[in-house]
């Protein structure tokens, strides 16, 4: 959402969250609609989760927190470096990480296959 905003050349500069006000307003329409949402985007702060865990509460809905992590630094580094956008791994490594001060589902991504992830989520609903 954020790149559609900085691409659109509307002079915004920087958005700071603007990008997560976005798409958790577009869940709550959605929400608002009974229809099911999943919001996928890098979360690293508690703040921003919690804002999120709100517009489920506010919306009088459950919510799965889902943290999707690679233990494995030489792996993700290598995962990181190979993106088409996005490989910066300094920047990854400077990223402040809050930690979780809620039970979350977390799927390691050394040890699952992406159908072991997906059973693990389907299994916590």
């Known amino acids: 959402i954020e790149k559609g905003m900085r691409d659109g050349d509307l002079g915004l ?3 700071k969250g603007a990008g997560y006000w976005a798409a958790q307003n577009v869940a709550k329409d959605n929400l608002a609609l009974k229809q099911s949402v999943i919001a996928d985007c890098v979360n ?4 921003t989760r919690d804002s999120w865990s709100e517009v489920a509460t506010i919306s009088g809905c459950e919510i799965r927190e889902i ?3 690679c233990p494995n ?3 993700h580094r290598e995962r990181v470096e190979a993106r088409r956008t996005s490989n910066d791994w300094a920047a990854v490594e400077a990223r402040r990480f809050d930690p979780w001060n809620r039970e979350v589902i977390r799927l390691d991504t050394e040890a699952l296959s992406v159908d072991d992830a997906v059973a ?3 299994e916590s609903i």
């Open 120 to 122: 693990k989520i389907l």
């Open 73 to 75: 630094r030489s792996l």
């Open 44 to 47: 690293p702060f508690a703040l």
């Open 67 to 69: 943290e999707v992590y």
């Open 13 to 15: 500069g920087d958005l």
